[in-house]
């Protein structure tokens, strides 16, 4: 709720910036963005630690062959 309401008051400030018209659908865009950005970090974070893991067991894995293969 509030990444939505900081996401509102910048994007009603971005649009106000230009003196076009009303700052109601900077309001809504960021409002929308905010929400975005809320929903897509858990699966963005989730991604990433997968993949770091994934990697951590090839290196493993190389590393065991490695040392097997030279004694």
Avoid at 23 to 47: E, N, Q, S, W
């Amino acid at each position: 709720m509030l990444s939505s309401l900081i996401g509102a008051a910048i994007g009603s400030a971005i649009d106000g910036a230009e003196g076009d018209d009303s700052t109601v659908d900077g309001a809504i865009g960021g409002a929308i963005a905010g929400f975005a950005v809320r929903a897509i970090t858990p699966i963005v974070l989730t991604y990433a630690t997968g993949w770091l893991v994934l990697r951590g067991f090839g290196k493993a894995k190389d590393a065991i062959y490695s040392a097997r293969k030279t004694s």
